[in-house]
């Protein structure tokens, strides 16, 4: 059946909405749009004359459509080559959807979409849904076809693995940046101790690279490992250059609501170190080197005003 103006205009005021939701569950801003799209797709085959709760419809395919992409995606990222993280999505991307509170910001934050990557596909479709998006147990349970109870328990059984896997403690946002100042002058240093003073004991350093970029397959672990590795990474070379085309320039950003440094060469966006930053220090560097992963931050970098570099690596 066609889709009349007034249902194309009703699915598209839906879309930024969706979109938020398919991000946070998916990890992937590509596969999100993809949900999306499939998601119009079954609208534009419906009877939507009939549907009552248009928003509701919605979400309830599009959580369909993304938990069948996520039982895929296990499939596929058993054979990933090397680490897999989440695409990064930098400051002002309106698929980072609503960050009005505490829990919304944090369900979008870049160690919160990695430790999502643990929890089962209705783990992840529950949380998101009732951590982010404010959804009622009884909606979650009609969305995913389970009792409300279960929604519930559920519900509390991803929360506490989220709540286990992450950073405790939190600092302010110019704390935060006074900190990835200092991290920058740390690792430029040429000198392993100031980076280690900077991290938590048990820090770590994460890379992805999908086997079309240098990346090692296993992380970084403890303070000192870190540090040799950080002060490594920014040690400049030939070979460096050779291998990403030019010298990066370095940017303080933030990325998925927290501090991040991107490297950029020619207004393409090499990498995207995304910092977990705690009262006791760095806690964590992800760091997003895969080209497949970064075409929508390039996109997004060229059309925002980001300053002076702080720094031209390698």
Same mark, same amino acid.
């Given at each position: ?7 194309? /205009? ?27 799209? /499939? ?38 990222? /058993? ?68 009792? &409300? ?99 990066? /320039? ?57 300053? &002076? ?6």
């Amino acid at each position: 059946m066609a889709l009349t103006l007034n249902d194309v /205009e009703r699915f598209e005021a839906s879309r930024p909405r969706l979109e938020a939701i398919a991000y946070r569950l998916l990890g992937s801003a590509s596969e999100a749009e993809d949900a999306v799209q /499939e998601t119009y797709l079954r609208w534009q085959a419906a009877d939507v004359g009939r549907v009552e709760v248009p928003e509701a419809w919605l979400t309830k395919v599009l959580t369909n459509v993304c938990l069948n992409q996520l039982t895929s995606a296990r499939v596929r990222r /058993e054979t990933y080559v090397g680490q897999w993280l989440p695409e990064p999505l930098l400051a002002g991307d309106p698929m980072l959807g609503p960050a009005d509170t505490a829990e919304q910001r944090e369900s979008v934050s870049y160690a919160v979409l990695a430790l999502l990557e643990r929890l089962s596909p209705n783990e992840r479709a529950v949380y998101v849904l009732r951590e982010a998006f404010d959804y009622a147990h009884r909606e979650i349970a009609g969305i995913l076809g389970i009792t &409300e109870a279960a929604s519930q328990q559920i519900f509390h059984r991803a929360k506490k693995h989220v709540a286990d896997g992450k950073a405790r403690s939190e600092i302010d946002e110019a704390a935060a940046r006074r900190i990835v100042d200092e991290f920058l002058a740390a690792a430029t240093s040429g000198r392993t101790e100031p980076l280690v003073r900077l991290l938590t004991q048990d820090a770590v350093a994460i890379g992805d690279g999908g086997g079309k970029v240098p990346a090692r397959t296993k992380a970084f672990e403890g303070a000192l490992a870190v540090a040799k590795f950080m002060r490594g990474l920014f040690k400049p070379s030939k070979a460096k250059r050779a291998l990403v085309g030019g010298s990066p /320039e370095v940017y303080a950003t933030t990325a998925n609501g927290g501090p991040a440094l991107v490297a950029v060469i020619d207004g393409r966006v090499i990498g995207v170190i995304c910092l977990e930053i705690t009262a006791d220090g760095i806690a964590a560097f992800r760091n997003q080197a895969n080209p497949d992963k970064l075409e929508r931050a390039t996109e997004r970098w060229a059309a925002a005003d980001h300053g &002076e570099p702080l720094l031209i690596a390698f």
